[in-house]
Every structure is written in C-alpha cells, then in structure tokens.
C-alpha cells in the first residue's frame, strides 16, 4: 500500500502502517519468501518490523484496514466505540475480486505469496481510488 500510494497517488500523502493482532515474532522482518516476491514488483519490505496492534492506533489513523474476517473481529472488539465504523475489510476495495479475505501465505509455497501481493496490489488501487474521491468531496 505505502508504495503504490507513493508513486500513483502522492497528492494523498498518506502514512501507512502495519501491524498483526497477535503478537507474533514481535521486531522481527517479514518473511523471506513476502520480501522476494515484493522485491521482485519493486517493493522493499526490509525496513518493516512486525508489531502487534496498539491502543494508540485506534487514535492515530483514520482508517485500520483488516486482512480477514478473523482479523476484522479481533479489532472491533479491541477498538473503542468510536473507532469501530474506522475498521473495514481490506478486499471491500477490490470489488471485482470474489474473495473477500486475503489468505495468509506463510505455510504454502511461494506462489501463495504472488497471489497475495495481487490480491493486495489491486485493494489497495481500489482504497485510493476512494480516498481520493472523498478528498474531492466538499
């Protein structure tokens, strides 16, 4: 997401962040297998850390974009009251996608990581194309 929206939407100038709900291998770099393929369409992935969701993220973005169902429960029931309508489902922006959640890669073979990066390459064109009509909205 940060590096689509870098180069095809810098007039957004949004900050993008990424955390899990659980607190797996906290500080700890995205798998090999996710930097290879991102690197391959010209992502770099080697500067990111893994860190669970916090309190001060409800606070601090406005949108917190879930990557499965699962996920999207986890933080409705952690988000308070008024940060609930802020919590969507990342797929919502590919609409012409059928699957609705994005599959975790990790114990598959490489493709698995490719077919998520497409599922991801087209969500988030999908979210800027709505971030930027709302930024036209009066």
Do not use: K
Request: glycine share 6%.
């Amino acid at each position: 997401m940060r590096g689509i929206a870098a180069r095809e939407a810098p007039e957004l100038a949004l900050a993008v962040d990424s955390a899990g709900t659980a607190n797996y291998h906290p500080g700890a770099p995205p798998d090999r297998r996710s930097q290879a393929a991102a690197r391959a369409r010209g992502y770099d992935l080697s500067a990111l850390r893994a860190r669970q969701v916090c309190a001060a993220d409800f606070a601090q973005f406005d949108l917190i974009v879930a990557m499965d169902r699962a996920n999207l429960r986890e933080l409705l029931e952690r988000a308070p009251p008024d940060a609930r309508d802020r919590i969507v489902l990342f797929l919502d922006y590919a609409s012409e996608q059928p699957l609705r959640e994005v599959p975790d890669p990790y114990y598959g073979g490489s493709s698995g990581f490719e077919d998520v990066l497409d599922l991801i390459e087209v969500a988030a064109r999908g979210l800027l194309l709505r971030l930027r009509e709302q930024a036209q909205q009066p």
